[in-house]
């Protein structure tokens, strides 16, 4: 069973850039029909999907989140990584990698991300 793990600071200031990795285990990202994404839920909301990757690299984002978000992946560690840049306090949240096959979903954990000076 695909395992993933998320990775990245927990504090980010204002303007700077958001960098999160998630590392996957248990299966390849390069397999075939995988859908690797990140989503995130602010404070006291739900959950916002950001954007994914695909088995074979392609990426889609969000609209609202597109100009900002850059989503990639490194075949050789398993992993694939988010950025966001320019933050602001509004990025605030948890931080979920998921990866979605058919009907199946797997999720990690989750990371606190805090935008904050």
């Known amino acids: 069973q695909v395992q993933l793990q998320e990775s990245g600071p927990g504090l980010v200031k204002p303007s700077q850039t958001l960098s999160l990795t998630c590392t996957v285990s248990?299966?390849?990202?390069?397999?075939?029909?995988?859908?690797w994404n990140w989503i995130r839920q602010p404070p006291g909301k739900g959950l916002e999907w950001m954007g994914v990757?695909?088995?074979?690299?392609?990426?889609y984002y969000s609209p609202s989140l597109k100009s900002r978000t850059s989503i990639s992946r490194d075949t050789s560690k398993n992993q694939f990584s988010l950025q966001v840049s320019s933050v602001t306090p509004e990025d605030t949240g948890v931080y979920y990698c998921?990866?979605?096959?058919?009907?199946?979903?797997?999720w990690g954990q989750g990371t606190q991300v805090t935008v904050s000076s």
């Open positions: 998921k990866a979605v096959l058919d009907a199946r979903n797997y």
């Open positions: 990757i695909t088995y074979d690299g392609n990426t």
């Open positions: 248990g299966g390849s990202i390069t397999t075939s029909y995988y859908a």
